[in-house]
């Protein structure tokens, strides 16, 4: 069977939390635990639209699947509405 | 005197070819006895002035990040390939991860992809680029408004992935 890159793991839409492992935490500007949706699902190129202040921020690079975990439609929406009515600044702009 | 100095040149002259022909086929045979051994390339994390952390990503210091490492030119037009962050975009994350052995096939791979492939955009900024180099041989690129983004081989034994792309 040919191999593929589109993962079976995630599908567009889907709504994830940022979990890296720690050593890729410290070098990214995203909180652990960050809510977003899955905009393409490649396997080493997962491209996440994030939760941002206002809107969806789209980072400058892609992700891989190992660092990012599903969360429920209703997690994500609550973890949005946190980050909206909260002190968070939200991310900044290059 | 003369002559036993040139003498003692000729003896370390031999010594020195002796030993450089042992070196060949010490070298040799190390390639015979593994013949799909390929070195990974540090260009990208040497001129970015990053530092490869060893868990395939590296740092870059943030001034050079946005700085073009080398340009891929394609029937899409030239695209940059900047320094990146080490980590999700770029030149250095593009070696450290995905284990580039040389720039020139990656380039050729690079361009050959993007050339071929259909283009997917999405609504996020970027357009995905998937060819089928041969079996068990996918390669993804990924480009967006920063250029090249990532490129990379499925599965395993990744450096002989990038050289079969580059000659396909």
């Known amino acids: 069977m040919e191999e593929r890159h589109t993962n079976e793991r995630f599908v567009v839409g889907q709504p994830v939390e940022w979990s890296p492992p720690p050593e890729v935490a410290e070098q990214l500007e995203i909180p652990v635990g960050h809510p977003g949706r899955v905009v393409s699902p490649a396997v080493y190129a997962v491209d996440v639209a994030w939760v941002d202040k206002v809107g969806e921020y789209a980072h400058e690079g892609v992700f891989d699947q190992d660092w990012l975990s599903p969360i429920s439609e209703d997690e994500y929406e609550a973890r949005a509405a946190k980050i909206r009515d909260g002190s968070w600044a939200g991310f900044a702009r290059r | ?168």
């Not at chain 2, 089928?132 to 450096?159: H, K, M």
């Open chain 2, 1 to 168: 005197m003369l002559g036993a100095e040139l003498s003692g040149r000729s003896g370390m002259t031999t010594n020195l070819a002796t030993l450089f022909l042992s070196w060949i086929a010490a070298t040799a045979l190390v390639l015979i006895a593994n013949p799909i051994a390929a070195a990974k390339a540090t260009d990208a994390v040497d001129a970015c002035g990053a530092t490869d952390r060893g868990d395939l990503t590296a740092t870059v210091p943030l001034e050079v990040q946005s700085k073009v490492f080398m340009t891929v030119t394609t029937s899409k037009g030239p695209l940059p390939i900047r320094c990146g962050n080490g980590v999700t975009a770029g030149a250095v994350h593009i070696e450290v991860k995905h284990s580039v052995p040389d720039w020139g096939d990656a380039l050729s791979c690079i361009k050959k992809v993007i050339d071929r492939a259909p283009e997917q955009s999405s609504n996020n900024g970027k357009t995905n680029y998937e060819l089928t180099i041969g079996p068990g041989n996918v390669f993804t690129v990924v480009r967006g408004d920063i250029g090249i983004i990532t490129a990379y081989p499925s599965g395993g034994d990744l450096e002989n992935k990038w050289r079969q792309c580059s000659v396909s």
